[in-house]
């Protein structure tokens, strides 16, 4: 079965401030691991891609432990504009077929 | 930069009545997807299209759904005989060969009345 697990949310925290998402998955074969955001009623916008232990991109880490099949996004100093849905994707089949998770809301306050 | 387009933007249909949700992809990608979200849920995956036929599909992708390439840019998705449950946003997707990342389009809202 194809799962793929996050923090139901919402997160609200203030501007500045640091926060961290979780994410699991089922399929230990799996070997890319996807952040995409989602502003509300729009498309999912890839975030940050995750192949080895990690990825950092400005404000933004991802690490990985494939041996616990988890997955975590961690955000600092939180802008206004970082308010959004948070998916946790992962493809599940050589045609990469993305599972998607339901999604992490995160709303930064003044 | 270029992106997935998709038309219409919003689609109200009654029951029974069939849609066709039209997609141009990225013009170099080669591996097609629809995704669907309905209001409130996570994004499900519907369908993946390689070249020219379909490679996977889930268990929602039934009889009543069809994709085709009818052309070298446009890719669709057709609903027969659309019912209440259908409505949610679309999402076409589209990646090349060197990643595995899919870029999404901005999706079609359906509606069934």
């Known amino acids: 079965r194809k799962e793929v697990e996050q923090d139901p949310g919402p997160f609200n925290v203030p501007e500045g401030a640091t926060v961290a998402f979780n994410c699991t998955y089922s399929n230990s074969a799996s070997q890319s691991f996807f952040w995409y955001r989602q502003d509300c009623r729009k498309e999912p916008k890839l975030l940050m891609s995750?192949?080895?232990s990690g990825n950092e991109d400005g404000r933004f880490t991802a690490q990985l432990n494939r041996a616990s099949q988890y997955i975590s996004l961690l955000i600092r100093d939180s802008k206004l504009s970082d308010s959004a849905t948070y998916l946790c994707v992962v493809p599940f089949s050589g045609y990469s077929t993305l599972t998607f998770g339901k999604g992490t809301m995160l709303l930064v306050s003044p | 930069e270029p992106e997935v387009t998709q038309t219409p933007s919003h689609q109200v249909t009654q029951m029974g009545q069939e849609v066709i949700l039209r997609c141009v992809p990225i013009?170099?990608?080669?591996?097609f997807y629809w995704y669907r979200q309905i209001l409130g849920q996570k994004v499900e995956f519907l369908v993946s299209f390689y070249n020219n036929e379909i490679s996977e599909k889930s268990e929602i992708f039934d009889d009543q759904f069809s994709v085709e390439r009818p052309d070298g840019s446009n890719f669709t998705l057709k609903i027969r005989s659309t019912k209440l449950e259908d409505s949610a946003m679309y999402f076409c997707a589209s990646r090349g060969v060197v990643t595995d990342t899919q870029y999404f389009g901005p999706g079609t809202r359906l509606t069934v009345l």
């Open positions: 013009s170099n990608h080669l591996y």
């Open positions: 995750v192949y080895s």
